[in-house]
């Protein structure tokens, strides 16, 4: 177990795959620490789809090593594929069969026995909300049952691993997030997660890490917290009850944006703990009362903007060339 909890869910060194002439990932590393979220976020033919698609084993790789699960996926394909389960952007679910026989039809492709297949696929649809509809074919499911009767299949396996591929695609609000509670109660559970998604606001709700890939290669990694604090324009506004206190944490911290009518002062600043108590240190040093302190970082859009220089949908030639 220690071992397990000691070694990376996912290791990849130097992965490289192209189709033709068009180089998709150009030497990617990552290491995904087990029962955490971690999220690849890049535009469309950055390379996401690409990555997981050779992670799962559906295509080789050019060159590069990957270990998932503590099993060398060149040489131990079939234990990876054990190990893992995969969520893609486009559900796998039969519209001709049931949600039970849907589960029941994975359950036998993993080899379990009928009676196990049975309890597996009672206790899935029961933890999934979809016990009263596990009868009715799966062509009547709204969006959101047949993303979490998509999962409910992946699980049917028991893995260790699942890779969502943009999993709440096409989803409404509610449903996106009936689908990030399923999410962290897995996490929860010692599963990991390998996320990629064109909402940012998922991956900063969800990742535990993210990394940032932009032409088959990662720019930036970090807790999303680190990667707002590389982006400048982060800044602590403080607040005070009268215009003295505003007037002589003005002279003390020198270079600050003023608002007279609100009695607030913009303090540049990445918000890091460090750089908050030495803020607040010189404030008390000169005994200087603030009424209300916050932190505004930039968010993930930021971030992606600054890092790729686009949106996250400038192109399609990924997904042209992965098909």
């Known amino acids: 177990m220690t071992t397990e909890l000691s070694r990376p869910a996912i290791a990849a060194t130097g992965l490289r795959k192209s189709f033709g002439d068009q180089i998709v990932l150009d030497g990617l590393d990552l290491n995904v620490r087990p029962g955490t979220v971690f999220s690849l976020l890049g535009a469309n033919g950055a390379g996401k789809t690409t990555t997981v698609r050779i992670l799962s084993t559906l295509i080789r790789a050019d060159s590069g090593d990957v270990q998932i699960a503590g099993h060398d996926l060149a040489r131990e394909p079939d234990a990876v594929r054990a190990a893992i389960g995969?969520?893609?952007?486009?559900?796998?679910?039969?519209?001709?069969?049931?949600?039970?026989?849907?589960?029941?039809?994975?359950?036998?492709?993993h080899h379990l026995a009928r009676a196990e297949g049975?309890?597996?696929?009672?206790?899935?649809?029961?933890?999934?909300?979809?016990?009263?509809?596990?009868?009715?074919?799966?062509?009547?499911y709204s969006g959101g049952m047949r993303r979490r009767l998509d999962l409910a299949m992946t699980l049917v396996g028991d893995p260790r691993v699942i890779f969502l591929d943009e999993p709440t695609t096409g989803l409404d609000p509610r449903s996106r997030r009936n689908m990030w509670q399923i999410i962290r109660e897995l996490v929860a559970g010692g599963v990991t997660i390998f996320l990629t998604t064109q909402y940012l606001e998922e991956a900063d709700q969800l990742a535990d890490r993210?990394?940032?890939?932009?032409?088959?290669?990662?720019?930036?990694?970090?807790?999303?917290?680190?990667?707002?604090?590389?982006?400048?324009?982060?800044?602590?506004?403080?607040?005070?009850?009268?215009?003295?206190?505003?007037?002589?944490?003005?002279?003390?911290?020198?270079?600050?944006?003023?608002?007279?009518?609100a009695l607030a002062l913009r303090v540049p600043g990445d918000g890091g703990l460090r750089s908050l108590k030495t803020l607040i240190g010189?404030?008390?040093?000169?005994?200087?009362?603030?009424?209300?302190?916050?932190?505004?970082?930039?968010?993930?859009?930021?971030?992606?903007?600054?890092?790729?220089?686009g949106p996250t949908d400038d192109s399609t030639n990924e997904k042209a060339t992965t098909r």
């Open 210 to 261: 993210i990394a940032v890939l932009h032409h088959g290669r990662v720019v930036a990694e970090g807790t999303p917290a680190e990667l707002k604090r590389r982006i400048p324009g982060g800044h602590v506004r403080l607040r005070f009850t009268d215009p003295q206190s505003l007037d002589a944490a003005m002279s003390v911290l020198g270079r600050t944006s003023r608002d007279s009518d």
């Open 86 to 109: 995969v969520t893609g952007q486009f559900s796998a679910v039969d519209n001709l069969l049931t949600g039970e026989e849907n589960l029941l039809l994975m359950a036998d492709l």
């Open 282 to 309: 010189r404030l008390d040093d000169h005994s200087i009362e603030v009424a209300e302190l916050s932190v505004h970082t930039p968010d993930l859009d930021d971030v992606f903007l600054a890092l790729t220089g």
């Open 118 to 140: 049975r309890r597996r696929a009672a206790r899935l649809l029961e933890r999934f909300g979809l016990t009263e509809a596990g009868r009715k074919p799966a062509s009547v």
